[in-house]
């Protein structure tokens, strides 16, 4: 099982990226696939989760910023970010929550769960 994030990089202020992340190894069909983020000195913080219905959630603190969006048949999950701002500065993880239904919150994934290696996300002022 591997989870593989890219799309991070330097950004400026205002500007936007495009996270995806590929699953090889399970199905995630029916799992929820969500975005995890870990600025330096600062505990991980859950993003956004999508379930295999579509239902979304997000943190208040990306909400009307970020759009989480899959395409279950390729095992992959994407975020798009706009309007990013300094404190998005961290390396950004995908994950999947195997137990999900479907609703999806942040606190269920936890260590049984899938995660991938992160990719950086630097956002300049």
């Known amino acids: 099982v591997q989870l593989q994030a890219s799309g991070g990089g330097l950004v400026q202020a205002g500007g936007s990226l495009r996270l995806s992340c590929v699953g090889t190894?399970?199905?995630?069909?029916?799992?929820?696939l969500g975005w995890f983020r870990q600025a330096p000195g600062k505990v991980r913080e859950g993003v956004a989760s999508?379930?295999?219905?579509?239902?979304?959630v997000y943190s208040d603190s990306v909400k009307g910023r970020f759009t989480i969006s899959r395409d279950t048949a390729k095992n992959m999950v994407f975020l798009q970010m706009d309007n990013l701002k300094p404190e998005d500065t961290a390396v950004y993880y995908c994950?999947?929550?195997?137990?999900?239904?479907?609703?999806?919150?942040?606190?269920?994934?936890?260590?049984?769960?899938?995660w991938g290696k992160g990719t950086q996300v630097t956002v300049s002022a």
């Open positions: 999508i379930t295999s219905y579509d239902n979304s």
């Open positions: 994950a999947a929550d195997t137990n999900a239904g479907r609703r999806t919150r942040l606190s269920d994934y936890g260590p049984d769960d899938y």
């Open positions: 190894g399970f199905n995630s069909d029916y799992y929820a």
